[in-house]
């Protein structure tokens, strides 16, 4: 390839015609390995060979060197340079040779920076001899310090010397060039940039790029493919350079971005100069720059290219090297992985902290690598447990079946005192997944005692975990520092904490507190708001406060900004690889879906969630998932299929976090279900125990009172339902929706038919546009059943068809037919009587009342019909006055299917 050297072409030219009109001449052409200099030379002999010139060529080894004349028994083959001849005087032989050749005559030396002292000095004195003769001699070789080819530096050389040519590095126009005579234009533009970072202008790395893109044919990225051709120019210069730059290079490879000619000259045992030398020889041969490797494919093909011995003997040292200089462990510990072997001692120590760190940044494979290699090695008891207390923590992200078998262990690991502190701390929330609350609780308080003495950042964790445990299981007593804790103000909280860990931790325990303390609902979905607003990324120590700031939510009936949340976290959860949160919070958006009574969505939900659990059956979050499948199945009639999930088993501890209160009521809603009213009665008021004794009795967290007053509705315990009907009213306040509105439907229940129409109506309205429907459903078949008593028998049957059309929208047609048993006249004379009261009515309001009676809002149908919220409710004046009713909640199904 010649791009880019026409004026050193023409130099060269210059110089031969100066040479046959004037006589003898002495030139150089210097540069980089593999910079074009041969290409150079070769192209201007070929032209000068042309116009008649005598050419004489040779290429120096590394090898005659230290031969003396070698150099010249090449040059001029068959005279005597050597040998018996060794004795006689060279310069003579050669000028005779010269002498004897017709016409100009150019004496070519190739890499004549190998070329051994006494041929140079031999060629020198030529030129002064023969200073009258038509000839040139011409000296390429290798010039990796930009000051002239070594060798050629002696005194006479530095006297004759005519022409000085240096080759430089191809700009970046002349990259382009070349690649558009390859490739044309558009390629050009779009590659030339980056092919010239990468080659750094050396022709013979850019035509090793040009031969990956020729074989490939794609290049649509903007990215030069750096493959075989590359990685063969990558060989090739590296081999021109010479052993001592190629082992320079190894270093280089090895160390990255720790590579400094201090730290290769210990981890090489190499003298400075030569060290400098050869990272200037690699930076001007397009292989490094700056001293690292321009493109990553250069560094791995030197890798491969050293012996795995020497690999690993030279990442054994540069952990040594970074070791000593106290860099990060994750710096040293690469090196230890690469090496393949370690001894034991301070490599177990920098081993066990990068597996941590590599956990938390959700690399568990890694950490799963260092563990494996510390297995290898010879280590201590106390090395041993720390090993599987990180190795349970990173076969928890990678494999929970094989987790949850190393967890007795683990436990019986901190029980005895045979973990750290900060290990204790770090398998805290491991083991707080798989119930050891207890063994968790008491290796806290051993930490507490000494709390004094912990770094700040061991007292930071000490603290969150306190607090994770007391979220995670309320019931578990900690031994908590003087004046902190549930019902401590937040500030007073925070103060005492270290600064890293005071937002979350003072957040959380404010939140436990407000939770505990029986503060406004507002107030808690402010300060829920706040805390997942603030979270950091989804890990061991964030994930709990996370789930009870969002739990926190649901319980307030925030369910459009919780589900919002189970979005955000399910995706952290899935990028952090922490498959048990996934399935926590899957089962948390699931909840959702059931709240709202879009029973499908909770199904789909809550079995993912399990499918995602039963990979370690034996976390208490499995009991979530169970208990939402069981409440839709017992909802929607699917008795039998329900109580094979309640038979599940879980774990005893899951009735000791409030994920147990949602397995009771799942129970004791199929035990009510199936007509075992005292046992489900029990269920409901073990909830109510539970909740008083955390002090978590939100109304609308697991709403046991107005399941057990309807429980005892059926057990005939009228006066007993209407008590805790009244009190989950009284708690609930008007943000708890559908807690209000399944008490005032208890209320009703409890009064008489006549007093029944105005509870329904209020629970109506409550739960229209936001709320759980099929707890609307409900409330509507009762408001039927209420009209059917009271004789209005065409209102009934609507009331009727609506609940079913809401809960069929639902899907749990099977427990409203249960509930309101069709009477055996049919729906015919309703339907008659909703045509004659329709025919009233014009298009456009039938269609308005349609979607009304179908449970669509105002802003619903108004996008739905692209009219404005202002014209539907003109619309439902009319339609209610027409039809002489009160609210859409009168309004008949069967207009769906008038006009």
């Not at 000839?135 to 006479?156: C, E, H, K, N, S």
């Not at 048993?821 to 039938?846: C, F, I, K, M, N």
């Not at 449970?855 to 014209?871: D, H, M």
């Not at 209610?880 to 009168?890: P, Q």
Request: hydrophobic share 45%; aromatic share 4%.
């Amino acid at each position: 390839m010649l791009v880019d050297r026409e004026d050193h072409l023409a130099q060269l030219d210059q110089v031969l015609t100066a040479a046959a009109a004037q006589g003898a001449r002495l030139a150089t052409v210097a540069g980089p390995a593999a910079s074009g200099k041969s290409t150079l030379v070769r192209n201007f002999t070929d032209r000068a060979a042309a116009r008649g010139v005598t050419v004489l060529s040779t290429a120096v080894t590394a090898m005659d060197r230290t031969r003396p004349l070698r150099m010249l028994q090449r040059l001029v083959p068959g005279e005597p340079f050597g040998g018996e001849w060794a004795d006689r005087l060279p310069l003579a032989v050669l000028e005779a040779c010269v002498r004897r050749m017709p016409g100009p005559v150019v004496l070519v030396v190739d890499d004549a920076h190998d070329a051994d002292e006494a041929s140079l000095r031999c060629l020198f004195a030529l030129v002064r001899q023969v200073r009258e003769a038509p000839l040139l001699v011409l000296l390429a070789g290798r010039d990796d310090r930009g000051t002239g080819v070594p060798g050629l530096q002696i005194q006479p050389a530095r006297d004759l010397l005519d022409r000085r040519i240096r080759i430089d590095p191809l700009p970046e126009a002349a990259v382009r060039e070349f690649l558009a005579q390859r490739f044309g234009d558009e390629t050009a533009a779009r590659l030339a940039v980056r092919s010239h970072t990468v080659s750094g202008g050396n022709p013979r790395l850019l035509e090793g790029l040009a031969v990956d893109l020729d074989r490939n044919r794609v290049a649509a990225s903007g990215e030069p493919m750096a493959g075989a051709g590359y990685r063969e120019a990558v060989v090739h210069l590296i081999e021109r350079c010479g052993p001592s730059t190629a082992r320079i290079a190894s270093g280089v490879a090895v160390l990255e971005e720790w590579a400094t000619p201090c730290r290769l000259k210990r981890l090489l045992q190499m003298d400075a100069d030569t060290v400098i030398a050869g990272i200037r020889q690699l930076n001007h041969a397009g292989i490094l720059a700056s001293g690292r490797f321009r493109h990553p494919t250069a560094r791995k093909t030197v890798l491969a290219g050293m012996g795995e011995e020497q690999r690993a003997a030279l990442h054994a040292g540069a952990a040594g090297i970074l070791r000593d200089e106290h860099a990060p462990p994750i710096a040293i510990g690469r090196h230890l992985l690469a090496a393949e072997r370690i001894e034991g001692g301070w490599e177990v120590e920098v081993l066990h902290d990068l597996a941590e760190r590599a956990i938390d940044d959700g690399e568990p494979e890694l950490a799963l690598e260092c563990l494996g290699l510390v297995a290898r090695g010879s280590i201590d008891d106390l090395q041993q447990a720390t090993t599987t207390a990180i190795l349970a923590r990173a076969e928890w992200r990678t494999d929970p079946p094989l987790a949850a078998r190393r967890i007795p262990e683990l436990a019986d690991l901190m029980a005895n005192g045979r973990l750290d502190e900060k290990r204790i701390l770090d398998s805290a929330s491991l083991l707080l997944w798989f119930g050891y609350d207890r063994v968790v609780a008491d290796a806290l308080a051993r930490i507490d005692r000494t709390a004094a003495t912990l770094p700040t950042k061991l007292l930071g964790q000490l603290r969150a975990a306190q607090a994770q445990l007391e979220l995670a299981y309320p019931g578990t007593a900690v031994n908590r520092r003087p004046g902190t804790g549930p019902g401590v103000p937040a500030d007073l909280d925070a103060s005492a904490e270290p600064p890293e860990y005071e937002a979350a931790t003072a957040r959380t325990t404010a939140l436990l507190a407000r939770l505990r303390s029986g503060h406004p609902l507002p107030d808690l979905t402010t300060e829920s708001e706040q805390l997942l607003s603030a979270s950091t990324l989804l890990d061991e120590q964030t994930a709990a406060p996370t789930l009870t700031a969002l739990t926190t939510l649901i319980a307030t009936d925030r369910l459009s900004s919780a589900e919002f949340w189970c979005d955000v976290f399910i995706a952290e959860a899935v990028t952090a690889r922490m498959a048990s949160w996934q399935s926590l919070f899957t089962a948390a958006r699931a909840d959702i879906a059931l709240r709202r009574g879009d029973l499908r969505r909770a199904r789909a939900d809550a079995q993912a969630a399990l499918a995602l659990a039963s990979a370690a059956p034996s976390e208490v979050g499995i009991g979530w998932p169970l208990a939402v499948i069981a409440q839709v199945d017992t909802v929607t009639g699917h008795v039998e299929q329900a109580a094979e999930y309640l038979r599940v088993p879980v774990p005893g501890a899951v009735f000791r976090t409030p994920i147990g209160l949602y397995h009771l009521q799942a129970r004791g809603r199929h035990l009510h279900a199936t007509g075992h009213f005292q046992a489900a009665l029990d269920d409901f008021e073990a909830i109510g125990r539970l909740v008083r004794q955390w002090q978590l009795d939100l109304p609308g967290l697991v709403p046991w009172r107005t399941d057990a007053a309807q429980t005892m509705l059926s057990l005939g315990h009228t006066s007993t339902a209407r008590e805790l009907a009244e009190e989950q009213l009284s708690l609930a306040g008007p943000a708890a929706i559908t807690a209000r509105a399944s008490a005032l439907r208890i209320l009703a229940a409890c009064s008489e038919p006549i007093q029944r129409p105005e509870l329904l109506s209020e629970a109506v309205d409550i739960l229209q546009n936001s709320g759980d429907q099929l707890e609307l459903a409900h409330v509507v078949a009762d408001f039927g059943r209420t009209q059917e008593e009271l004789g209005h028998t065409a209102q009934a049957r609507m009331m009727r068809c609506r609940a079913e059309y809401i809960a069929g929208q639902a899907g749990a047609e099977r427990p409203l037919r249960v509930l309101f048993p069709p009477t055996g006249r049919g729906p015919a004379r309703a339907v008659r009587s909703a045509d004659e009261q329709a025919a009233e009515l014009s298009r456009a309001e039938r269609r308005v009342a349609s979607l009304a009676a179908r449970g669509y809002t105002n802003r619903q149908i108004a996008e739905r019909l692209s009219v404005t919220v202002s014209t539907v409710e003109q619309h439902l004046t009319r339609v209610f006055r027409k039809l002489k009713v009160r609210s859409r909640t009168h309004l008949p199904v069967s207009l769906d299917h008038v006009g």
